[in-house]
């Protein structure tokens, strides 16, 4: 909370028909940190107004283009804070950029931009702007994947040997894009999406994750990016071999075309004492496997957890939370950031993850395109 309440957001795109701008929207106001009090919802005025009626925004900040938005906004005495974007990727690069140099704080969904060249671009414009940079990798706000972090970090697993990350969904098994499905048209759209389909939709977060708990950043990579489902134009499955700095070997899996997979996110991380295992649906648990000793299964909201785990659970023990919370984790860590005037916002993935993001999108493309084999990783100055 500021001085004189909660922190003040407005939000572009999420209206009716999107998926990711409720989750958003319900997140930042979950703990009562954040209030939607403007937004620029849709292209669409009666869709504007119909979302802005529906979050409990006034109609005179129910505004037709961002561009609009922020500067009002920014020239308000109450106005906006922080700028949700949740967009299509196409989007994102200009709409944190406006935000940004009009003196607000941006939190924006996956990836960071709809490719490597606006995404250091947009690197450079945080850093001049002195605001806040958040990037919704929404996993690494899981109590559990941030306790994995946290027995990482500690050494508990000794020298980190191998990393094994798969994302595997089966949504897009058909060509469902050409029958009109809103979610899976921009998805599957290069002009919309940018050069990657899964593994810019999905391989990021698996990218994200596995860097975020095992510690380390991907050196190389040998990619496989395909394209299964015959009309699509960009890939729908992926298969990545990862060196990591410091010599862990890696492999990561992400799939749209893994017929009858929901959201079927695992992290397992091996060391020379033991591993552990994490599974998005079944988040609230840990699982670490040690050489030498039985195997613990670690649940959310114990008291025997490291404080960043703890800290990311608002019930006790074996009452599950789950995406929104997550989502949420992230918003109220970037709330207490800007409320006490930080220079960053702790755990919450910033515009270097961005760029490292979408260096992987590229990378991996192009590697596969070109029958490469193993090439570098390039490594962001930011």
């Given at each position: 909370?500021?001085?004189r ?31 939607l ?5 849709s292209?669409?005025p ?13 109609a ?9 938005m ?17 967009t ?5 690069f ?8 009009a003196g ?8 960071a931009?709809?490719?490597l060249?606006q ?6 414009i945080?850093?001049?702007s ?7 990798h ?15 970090r500690?050494?508990d ?12 969904q089966?949504w897009?098994?058909?060509p ?10 921009w ?21 994200n994750?596995a ?5 380390a ?27 990591f ?11 749209q ?16 004492k ?5 599974r998005h ?6 699982t670490v496997?040690?050489?030498?000793a039985p195997?613990?299964?670690l649940?959310?909201g ?18 599950p ?9 992230l ?17 919450v ?23 490469d ?10």
């Amino acid at each position: 909370m500021t001085a004189r309440g909660p922190i003040r957001l407005a939000m572009v795109g999420g209206g009716p028909g999107s998926f990711i701008g409720p989750v958003h929207r319900m997140a930042a106001e979950l703990d009562g940190r954040m209030r939607l009090v403007a937004g620029a919802f849709s292209r669409d005025p009666a869709k504007n107004a119909q979302a802005a009626q529906a979050w409990g925004v006034s109609a005179d900040r129910a505004y037709g283009d961002y561009h609009a938005m922020i500067a009002d906004e920014a020239a308000r005495a109450d106005g906006a804070e922080l700028v949700a974007v949740v967009t299509p990727n196409h989007l994102h690069f200009d709409v944190s950029a406006v935000a940004l140099r009009a003196g607000l704080h941006v939190m924006s969904d996956k990836p960071a931009t709809l490719d490597l060249a606006q995404a250091s671009a947009l690197a450079d414009i945080v850093a001049a702007s002195g605001r806040l940079y958040g990037l919704t990798h929404v996993y690494t706000g899981y109590p559990m994947v941030r306790e994995a972090r946290e027995i990482v970090r500690r050494g508990d697993l000794g020298a980190v040997r191998k990393i094994v990350v798969e994302y595997a969904q089966g949504w897009l098994s058909r060509p469902i894009e050409q029958a009109g499905d809103k979610q899976a048209g921009w998805r599957a759209d290069p002009a919309q999406s940018g050069v990657g389909g899964c593994i810019g939709d999905i391989g990021v977060h698996a990218f994200n994750i596995a860097e975020f708990v095992g510690g380390a950043r991907v050196e190389r990579l040998s990619a496989d990016v395909s394209t299964v489902v015959a009309g699509r134009v960009l890939d729908d499955d992926c298969n990545v071999l990862l060196r990591f700095e410091g010599g862990a070997r890696g492999v990561l899996v992400a799939s749209q075309i893994s017929a009858g997979a929901r959201n079927g996110l695992k992290l397992q991380v091996y060391g020379e004492k033991g591993g552990l295992t994490w599974r998005h649906e079944r988040h609230t648990e840990l699982t670490v496997d040690w050489l030498d000793a039985p195997t613990q299964v670690l649940h959310a909201g114990s008291p025997y957890l490291s404080a960043p785990a703890r800290v990311a659970s608002r019930i006790p023990t074996g009452h599950p939370e789950g995406f929104i919370e997550a989502f949420a984790n992230l918003y109220r860590d970037m709330a207490d950031a800007i409320a006490e005037g930080r220079a960053d916002a702790g755990l919450v993935p910033d515009i270097a993850d961005g760029v490292r993001g979408m260096a992987f999108v590229e990378t991996a493309v192009a590697a596969s395109r070109a029958g490469d084999g193993w090439v570098a990783l390039p490594r962001s100055p930011t």
